[in-house]
């Protein structure tokens, strides 16, 4: 009996040892969670600066030409002539087409002649209405054949109206027939050929764009129409240049020539264009290119580390640090982007602390701590070992 009752002594001595162990090992525990959830998080700070800066928006654009027409017939027939080369540059009022010309000229020919019947036709019953209101005056003539003459008389004038009418036809017919440049610029190539027969308003002949000077169109958001308005006015401290389809920069600068009247309520985006001398025919009607708006700010304007922005529900955000060291989310509205710096409009001050590296670990509210000046002095060079003592 006296080994069994210690044998139960030493086993409860045991349990009561094990359960005073594990609780101070939790009690240790818990400790160290409470003390590592008043560490701060360690992160990458900056402040906020003030600056004055160059910015830079770019946006997707389409080269179009100021003045594009379509050349179509305008009246029926088969092309007799040519005269210019696909593709070549024309001046306005050159010769581009001509269409059954020797028809119409005879058109032209056989209306000047029938006028010329009527005339002639109105002069003889004119002269017969004087002689009749002689013999009426004399009632040597029935009433009823002074009427007569009166009626031939507005007949035929009639006549030579609609005979004149139809001259002016056949003369804008023959006139129609050849077709000329409309303004300067570069014909397209030709939809047809000699001996094509075309029809008046539908046949498309070619296309004729004007090249010089030209124009680069894109889209810009709602809330940059202010700015866009206002560069449209100045157009002095902005450069527009535009970025050609193999990445190098056309050589010329651009200005603002035409905001559109309305905005898309589809996109929410309203059209802008610019104008581009265009000497070297490098800037082609239809190319794909990026128009780039740079300008330079007349007064300072607060900047950031661009990294230390991050979107959340659609706004872009920043953590800020308080004097109790702790991050704060604040809602900022974002400017230029400058290199690896973006301007802030609104939602920060000046010498303002922000979180740029580390912000995926920060909680708002949670302390931070600079991890840089966190960090040990790195030690001047390796720690020489002692001599061994013989």
Known sequence: MNKTNLFFALLIGSGLLWQSCGSKENKQQQAAKMQQADMPTPVSMAVVTQETVAGLKSYPANVVPLQETEIRAEVSGYITQIFVSDGAFVSKGQKLYEIDRVRYQSAVDQ???????????????????????????????AKQTLDYALTDVNNQKAQVQAAEAALITAKTNLQRSV???PFSGHVGISQVRNGALVNAGTTLLNTISSTNPIAVEFQVAERDIPQFIKLQSTNGTTQLYATLPDGSRYEGVGRIVTIDRAVDSQTGTLKVRASFANNSNA????????????STSSQEELVIPYKAIFEQLGSFNVYTVNDSSKAE???????????????ITAGLQLGEKIVVDGAANVKPGAKVADAAAAAPATPAGPAQNAAPKK
Not at 118 to 138: F, G, I, M
Not at 329 to 343: A, E, M, R, S
Request: aromatic letters at 2%; zero cysteines.
């Open 111 to 141: 209306a000047k002649a029938s006028l010329e019947i009527a005339k002639a036709n109105l002069e003889r019953v004119q002269k017969d209405l004087q002689r009749y209101q002689t013999l009426a005056d004399k009632d040597a003539i």
């Open 179 to 181: 077709i000329s440049a």
């Open 329 to 343: 989310i604040k809602q900022v509205t974002l400017g230029n982007k400058v290199g690896d710096k973006v301007v």
């Open 283 to 294: 800037l082609i009607a239809g190319m794909n290119t990026t128009m780039n708006v740079e």
